[in-house]
């Protein structure tokens, strides 16, 4: 159980175009998930909270025009790079939480790796 | 400010050594601690910890909890070459309704043959 997919695994694109990537929690419903960003050899970041039905949290700093973050469904969440360009190539990862207030656990899906050139 | 602090940053042991990774941390409105292991790809979970002194135990690895002190150890015995990745601990915390997890840098072990 707690599986979370996350599509597509690899993006490489050119600097100006937008790119989606897709966050599905497939055996439970995830009333929260979290969209992540990660570095060679750093930890992972958190760039915002997406609540299902209503507008996602950014943290500082993080650009809300330029993340767009959907989560129109209990179980899928999209991340929409907008106007990619090279600075935004890196390791993006979602993760999800049980809808169960008591659930502290995030799952997370696989990651999508983006290259912008 | 929230912080979560994991240390050693990187070790590397031989296999069947025993190794002992340590996280403390200074969090508002705790609720849990949890460990995920990454390899190459995302974070998968290892344990959640609520309470203190309850060792948590899945096959040869262990953690277990200190709410006074405020930290938390994984040990993993017998060590294998397939347990060489990042192990990161993180802290729940809730500010009114937000709830998120604060992430340490994690632990880089590396089990040489």
């Known amino acids: 159980g707690a599986v979370v997919s996350q599509h597509p695994s690899w993006v490489i694109c050119k600097s100006g175009t937008s790119v989606k990537i897709e966050c599905r929690s497939l055996?439970?419903?995830?009333?929260?998930m979290f969209w992540y960003r990660q570095f060679p050899k750093q930890s992972l970041m958190l760039m915002a909270t997406?609540?299902?039905?209503?507008?996602?949290?950014?943290e500082q700093g993080v650009e809300k025009d330029k993340f767009l973050i959907n989560h129109a469904s209990l179980t899928l969440s999209t991340l929409t790079v907008t106007s990619a360009h090279p600075e935004d190539s890196s390791f993006y990862i979602c993760?999800?939480?049980?809808?169960?207030?008591?659930?502290?656990?995030?799952?997370f899906g696989p990651g999508t790796r983006l290259l912008v050139l | 400010e929230d912080k979560v602090v994991q240390s050693p940053l990187s070790l590397v042991v031989h296999e069947g050594d025993t190794v002992t990774l340590n996280c403390s941390y200074e969090?508002?409105?705790?609720?849990?601690l949890l460990w995920y292991k990454q390899e190459k790809k995302a974070p998968t979970f290892l344990f959640m910890l609520?309470?203190s002194g309850i060792e948590k135990k899945s096959g040869r690895l262990s953690s277990i909890l200190d709410k006074k002190e405020l930290f938390s150890i994984l040990n993993i015995t017998a060590t294998q070459t397939g347990d060489s990745a990042v192990y990161l601990c993180?802290?729940?915390?809730?500010?009114?309704?937000?709830?998120?997890?604060?992430w340490g840098l994690g632990t880089s072990l590396a089990v040489n043959p």
């Open positions: 993760s999800a939480r049980d809808m169960d207030y008591l659930q502290e656990t995030q799952y």
């Open positions: 055996d439970f419903q995830a009333t929260t």
């Open positions: 997406s609540n299902e039905g209503s507008k996602a949290t950014y």
């Open positions: 969090v508002t409105n705790f609720r849990s």
């Open positions: 609520t309470s």
């Open positions: 993180a802290v729940g915390s809730s500010v009114g309704n937000n709830r998120k997890l604060i």
